[in-house]
């Protein structure tokens, strides 16, 4: 069983930056290193949808094209964390922002098996 924490949302205003860290527990080290990781993010009356993931094998990552270039997503096994690196915030990536993972190699949200509890972002105009 994996559990995952998320930290680091907060209020800050479009253009600003922000560096949420997930951090897993109940796996060691070299069973977090075979997950795959992500994050997605829900905003108030959305569905919850994709932001960016990292492949254990590869290290390779992908991202929704509305934070390519913005967003960055890394991870240190060393530490079983997650981060996601976000730069250039704008008042729409506001939302609550889960941290996830899964041993299948898809990025729907039905594939991840563990969910942190989310950590609210909010991009003031």
């Known amino acids: 069983q994996v559990q995952l924490v998320e930290s680091g949302g907060g209020l800050v205003r479009a253009g600003g930056s922000l560096r949420l860290s997930c951090i897993a527990s109940?796996?060691?080290?070299?069973?977090?290193?075979?997950?795959?990781m992500a994050w997605f993010r829900q905003a108030p009356g959305k569905e919850r949808e994709f932001v960016a993931l990292?492949?254990?094998?590869?290290?390779?990552?992908s991202s929704a094209d509305s934070v390519k270039g913005r967003f960055t997503i890394s991870r240190d096994n060393a530490k079983n964390t997650l981060y996601l690196h976000m730069n250039n915030l704008r008042p729409e990536d506001t939302a609550v922002y889960y941290c996830?993972?899964?041993?299948?190699?898809?990025?729907?949200?039905?594939?991840?098996?563990?969910w942190g509890q989310g950590t609210q972002v909010t991009v003031s105009s």
């Open positions: 109940g796996a060691s080290k070299p069973t977090f290193s075979r997950y795959n």
């Open positions: 996830a993972a899964t041993q299948s190699l898809g990025s729907r949200a039905d594939e991840f098996d563990y």
């Open positions: 990292i492949r254990w094998i590869t290290g390779s990552t």
